[in-house]
């Protein structure tokens, strides 16, 4: 499978992001984001909210 340059974050993405801020959790390291790169255009996951603050 080939990237498609569209940095819309899909489902496995997400799943991926939220287990390695849980693993950085118990190791007591904090994602500070995941920066997803496309063609033209990138998404921060923490921008758009996918990950948690922390609370």
Known sequence: MF???NPKPSQ???NFTL???ECGEMMGI???DHIIIGQ???ISM???NFLSDGD
């Open 3 to 5: 990237p498609s340059g």
């Open 12 to 14: 496995s993405d997400i």
């Open 19 to 21: 287990r390695m801020q």
């Open 30 to 32: 904090e994602v500070l």
């Open 40 to 42: 033209k255009s990138y």
């Open 46 to 48: 923490r921008e758009e």
